[in-house]
């Protein structure tokens, strides 16, 4: 019974770069959650979304950053021309309804160059 | 701006002992409450779920709820040095999109002396 998973683990990128980090959620759990988490910082939403669409992106940056979830294939959340300051963990969380529990992916430690 | 306030530690108790980690909220029509434990490099996993007042026990964690004092609560009786972790508190409200959104507090790092 897998659990969430994400990809890659680790990503280096140069500044100007950009990432691209995705996550396939439990099977059978159609809500998507990003996190991010920068050292020694608490877990900060940044955007929830279910199957094609984007519910709540008040959390994610207004530049550079966007996610989508299709209909087919892993959530991917893409930041565009990277800086440093968006070394942080990623996390990718995922749950069967709105109220109901988030697991959580190992995430995605980005550094930045 | 929804909070959820955490002493962020560390709490340090001897092994055995009861490990007491406490959480308040701001946010009056939060529905749901979980408890997660992080270790150093690694993702939250969940510890426990708690959706209305009084207490919840599964094994030797215990959560409790008071909507009234806008507070939560996890206890860890016999603790263990396996124990010794970051522990998030979360609370799902709503969001000024409209939809929920889990808010976490920064954590407790616990200790747990052999």
């Known amino acids: 019974n897998a659990g969430v998973m994400q990809n890659p683990r680790h990503l280096v990128r140069r500044r100007g770069q950009e990432a691209r980090l995705r996550c396939s959620p439990v099977?059978?759990?159609?809500?998507v959650y990003w996190y991010r988490q920068l050292p020694e910082e608490g877990l900060k939403f940044m955007v929830y979304l279910q199957k094609e669409n984007i519910i709540d992106e008040s959390g994610m940056p207004k530049e550079r950053f966007s996610a989508e979830f299709p209909k087919e294939g892993p959530s991917i959340l893409r930041i565009q021309q990277v800086v440093r300051g968006d070394s942080a963990a990623y996390f990718c969380?995922?749950?069967?309804?709105?109220?109901?529990?988030?697991?959580f992916g190992p995430g995605t430690r980005l550094t930045v160059l | 701006q929804k909070e959820v306030e955490q002493n962020s530690g560390p709490l340090s108790v001897p092994e055995g002992a009861i490990a007491s980690l406490n959480c308040t909220y701001s946010d009056r029509g939060s529905q749901s409450f979980f408890w997660y434990r992080q270790y150093s490099g690694k993702s939250p996993e969940l510890i426990m779920s708690i959706y209305s007042n009084g207490d919840k026990e599964d094994g030797r964690f215990t959560a409790q709820l008071n909507k009234a004092s806008q507070y939560v609560s996890l206890l860890i009786r016999d603790s263990q040095p396996s124990d010794s972790a970051t522990y998030l508190c979360?609370?799902?409200?709503?969001?000024?999109?409209?939809?929920?959104?889990?808010?976490f507090g920064k954590g407790t790092k616990l200790s747990v002396i052999p």
């Open positions: 979360a609370v799902n409200g709503r969001s000024g999109a409209g939809s929920y959104q889990l808010t």
């Open positions: 969380a995922s749950s069967e309804g709105t109220l109901d529990t988030q697991y």
């Open positions: 099977k059978g759990h159609s809500h």
